[in-house]
């Protein structure tokens, strides 16, 4: 059959949008370690299921360029975007293209991004962006421009909190409105190859603030010290780790296996003076293979994880007594209340590994404004919707052990306690020495004092086991750690009543 001339036409344009059209930039881009829109887009996606929205579209460039120059250097206006499947599940991805001028912001391209943000609003689709690029684009002359800060990309994005579940990537140099898409989302991923910012070089020199490299502005080490990227990987992993995030917000995994529960029995130490890792309890009661730990580096006192529970993915919350003894610090307040912001807006219920002595205190603590930060734990524990599950390793003290459960050993679904723990008001021996400060003042020996601090604090000691505090019903019950994830999980089911847990649908703070 012979083919129409319009259909050819078709077909000639679409071949000049693939990156076969463009060889030697491709060549230049995987040369320097970079991996193009085209390609993320097709290692994220089911293969075929891909449909793409503006593919034809070139940027708003006439008076400077010739149609030619246009077709082959503005390809799709900088974004490839579209619907597509993962796993089977509905979903959207948006990558911009940094083969086009550096993945900058064209105006077309943002009424094409404003396109699709509409159409994962209309389906509340979970969305992928892969964000990298230099920021808002000049030199869009076709369209009358004086300052565009009409722009309503940023807001439709920032809308989608609470609506579409949205993991950004940055695989690269991400600045200015590229940074803020990334910094909009749920869950940022980035490589060694990234650096973000709020300005790239030429703005920074702009304002007088010298010569930066791209590369130096906010480089991996940085962004992950200090909370804004969620999750590093290496550059040839990214797509992997995206559709994992991902596959969190697509449902329940109906295949899953469990670990030996039994090295749990000796997973935290004896006393209350050896820290240990958190992650690897976490993992052993969690579904094999499944836990993807949130923001390591920043407040790394607080653990948080994404993981699943026969299936159904879950946040884990606990205390990493290799910082700070595991108290709560200023970083870690934030850190806890927004992950419980990202638990609630999604449905996932949260488990709480507690082992705590408090809240930081002292006055180098309170300069880094505990009073306000610390309390956000206890606003977001106190709104949450999903099922709060509570687990108390080895120390529960003070406001900390409250805040970790919500504001109280009550507020859980249900308040566990391993047979080696002791909750109390504050950490035992600072409540001896409070408490029995004018007897202590009146032995005059050092030692003797000393001495008798210690008998008195393991009188403490024996009345705040796990087992006393049950006795009371301060918890509800002390149980085996073996015997942990199966409670854990008889405990999910009970409150997803209908087979699944609903969300919020509140906006997820962005820190």
């Given amino acids: ?33 970079g991996t193009t829109a085209r390609e993320h887009v097709s290692a994220l996606v089911d293969e075929g299921s891909f449909v793409e929205y503006g593919r034809f579209v070139t940027a708003a460039q006439e008076q400077r360029r010739d149609l030619d120059d246009l077709l082959d250097r503005s390809v799709a206006d900088g974004i490839v975007g579209g ?22 912001q064209g105006m077309r391209g943002h009424r094409k991004t404003d396109r699709l943000l509409d159409v994962v609003e209309r389906l509340q689709l979970p969305t992928v ?17 004086v300052s565009a800060l009409d722009v309503t990309t940023f807001a439709a994005w920032a809308r989608l909190s609470g609506r579409a579940p949205r993991i950004a990537v940055v695989d690269d140099n991400c600045f200015a409105g590229n940074a803020v898409v990334a910094g909009c989302a749920d869950l940022v991923v980035a ?7 709020m300005g790239g070089p030429a703005m920074i020199a702009g304002g007088g603030l010298g010569d930066v490299a791209a590369a130096d502005v906010g480089p991996l080490d940085v962004m992950t010290a200090n909370g804004v990227v969620d999750v590093a990987c290496d550059d040839e992993d990214v797509d992997d780790v995206a559709r994992v995030l991902l596959g969190y917000f697509l449902g329940r995994d109906d295949e899953w296996t469990v670990a030996d529960q039994t090295p749990l029995r000796e997973a935290v130490p004896d006393g209350e003076r050896t820290s240990y890792d958190l992650l690897p309890i976490v993992e052993t009661i969690a579904d094999e293979g499944t836990v993807t730990e949130l923001r390591p580096d920043f407040a790394p006192e607080l653990f948080t994880a994404l993981g699943r529970l026969e299936g159904r993915t879950v946040g884990f ?27 609630d807006a999604w449905g996932f219920p949260v488990v709480s590994l507690v082992d705590t002595p408090g809240m930081m205190v002292g006055p180098d603590a309170e300069r880094t ?16 919707q999903v099922p709060l599950l509570g687990v108390v390793l080895r120390r529960g003290y003070g406001l900390g052990a409250q805040a970790m459960l919500g504001g109280s050993t009550h507020e ?11 909750l109390g008001a504050m950490g035992l021996e600072g409540a001896v020495r409070l408490s029995m400060r004018r ?16 008998e008195l604090t393991a009188y403490a000691r024996s009345r705040s086991t796990a087992l006393e505090v049950a006795r009371h019903f301060e918890i509800d019950d002390v149980i085996a750690p073996a015997e942990t994830r199966g409670v854990l999980c008889r405990l999910v089911d009970a409150a997803a009543r209908d087979g699944r847990l609903r969300g919020s649908g509140l906006p997820v703070d962005t820190w």
């Fill in 1 to 33: 059959m012979s083919i129409r001339t319009e259909l050819l036409d078709v077909l000639a344009r679409r071949a000049l949008t693939e990156d076969a059209a463009r060889p030697d930039a491709v060549a230049r881009l995987h040369d320097r370690g």
């Fill in 83 to 104: 619907l597509a499947t993962v796993d089977g599940h509905q979903v959207a991805v948006l990558s911009y293209d940094y083969l086009v001028m550096a993945g900058t």
């Fill in 129 to 145: 962006f892969y964000a990298a690029g230099g920021g808002g684009r000049p030199g869009d002359v076709d369209i009358p421009l």
């Fill in 191 to 197: 490589t060694p190859r990234s650096s973000l910012g």
């Fill in 317 to 343: 919350l606990g205390n990493d007594t290799r910082h700070v003894a595991g108290a709560i610090t200023a970083d870690a307040g934030d850190k806890a209340a927004r992950f419980l912001q990202l638990c």
């Fill in 369 to 384: 404004g505990m009073v306000r930060h610390t309390s956000r734990l206890l606003v977001a524990g106190a709104r949450l």
């Fill in 412 to 422: 859980p679904l249900m308040t566990l306690a391993w047979p080696g723990a002791h």
């Fill in 439 to 454: 007897e202590l003042e009146a032995i005059e020996d050092d030692e003797e004092r000393e001495q008798r601090v210690a």
